[in-house]
């Protein structure tokens, strides 16, 4: 019986060409498909007012009151923190009306509320770092650590603290310990602002990492204060306070508390960046003038405020070195943000200081 050899190849031909189309036009509109819905109006191409509308209902739908717990919520406790700070700073200290951080006979409750709400909120943020990515846990974790450090000082420069006198030596252990801590938690943010820009080709994040480095910065001279505790004897800070009477409410009023709520609002604001709320840029620029806005805001009324029973000096001796020209000397000039804050004083607003 002949075969149909001829035919039968042309009927195979017909039926692979047949199986082509459909598979091509099949995947055709598949990809049609996905394109138009797996791929919305991304976020760079909403119009301004779509875009504050897309932000805000980001922000709506973070956990403000049970995350990570009813009990500890971080949310509630960074809003409170954020707004008794601001008062604090706003109504007080950049007013020079220092009443809240004064010694008196009464409980400075706003402070120590204060203190309260933003250790909180620093301990529900570490329990919270698991949430996080994996990339940036640690630095999640330090960051609540270093936190509850500054929360520390705040207290312990505090003119009430001089009530645990008697117990000298426990507290010098104390300080010794939370300066320990807070020194490897601000060294340990130059390997994030490292990490940030490594694996980034485009240089979006380059924000991001120039806000850690001055954030670093600010942070590392506001430890030498607690280095020079830890480091001196017990007679230093009487000495201190003894030559200059309002050193401790200085430092709380316009050192610890406008630092400790500048990183609280960084933190948060990388909380908004991780969830895509804001770009790279955007966060790494508003954290940048924050740090330059508090810096500037908190030495320049401090100067002009309580400029004789304060001092901004970085290096603190109880003594002056009787050689100016010494190296002592040198570095006890070199670091008198005093000395600076009165010339921008004296340059842009006509302070006169006694000389």
Not at 15 to 29: P, R
Not at 205 to 226: D, F, H, K, N
Request: with cysteine; charged share 15%.
């Amino acid at each position: 019986m002949p075969v149909p050899v001829a035919g039968e190849k042309r009927n195979r031909t017909k039926l692979k060409m047949n199986n082509l189309n459909s598979i091509t036009h099949s995947h055709i509109t598949h990809s049609h498909i996905t394109s138009y819905t797996s791929h919305p109006c991304s976020h760079d191409t909403l119009m301004p007012s779509q875009k504050s509308s897309h932000r805000f209902t980001k922000l709506s739908r973070l956990n403000w009151l049970s995350s990570p717990s009813k009990r500890l919520p971080h949310g509630l406790s960074g809003l409170i923190s954020t707004c008794i700070g601001l008062q604090l700073i706003f109504c007080h200290s950049l007013l020079g009306r220092l009443e809240p951080f004064l010694f008196s006979n009464q409980i400075p409750f706003r402070v120590i509320l204060y203190v309260t709400s933003t250790t909180c909120n620093a301990l529900a943020g570490y329990k919270m770092a698991p949430s996080a990515p994996v990339n940036v846990r640690p630095a999640f974790r330090r960051c609540a650590v270093l936190q509850c450090c500054l929360c520390y000082f705040i207290l312990r420069f505090m003119p009430h603290f001089e009530m645990f006198h008697a117990h000298r030596f426990f507290v010098r252990c104390v300080d010794v310990g939370v300066t320990f801590v807070s020194l490897l938690c601000t060294i340990s943010f130059v390997s994030v602002a490292w990490d940030v820009t490594k694996n980034d080709s485009s240089g979006s994040t380059r924000a991001i990492a120039w806000s850690i480095m001055a954030g670093i910065c600010g942070i590392a001279l506001l430890s030498v204060y607690p280095l020079q505790l830890s480091v001196n004897n017990d007679e230093w800070w009487p000495c201190i306070q003894e030559r200059y009477p309002l050193q401790g409410s200085g430092m709380v009023a316009y050192i610890y508390i406008p630092a400790t709520i500048t990183f609280s609002l960084i933190l948060f604001g990388a909380t908004l960046y991780l969830r895509k709320v804001i770009s790279a840029s955007e966060y790494g620029l508003a954290s940048l003038v924050a740090v330059v806005i508090c810096l500037l805001s908190t030495v320049l009324s401090q100067e002009f405020y309580i400029p004789y029973v304060s001092t901004q000096r970085i290096y603190l001796p109880c003594i002056d070195p009787l050689d100016s020209h010494s190296f002592e000397g040198q570095v006890l000039q070199a670091l008198d943000f005093s000395l600076y804050a009165r010339k921008v004083l004296q340059l842009l607003f006509d302070v006169e200081f006694e000389s």
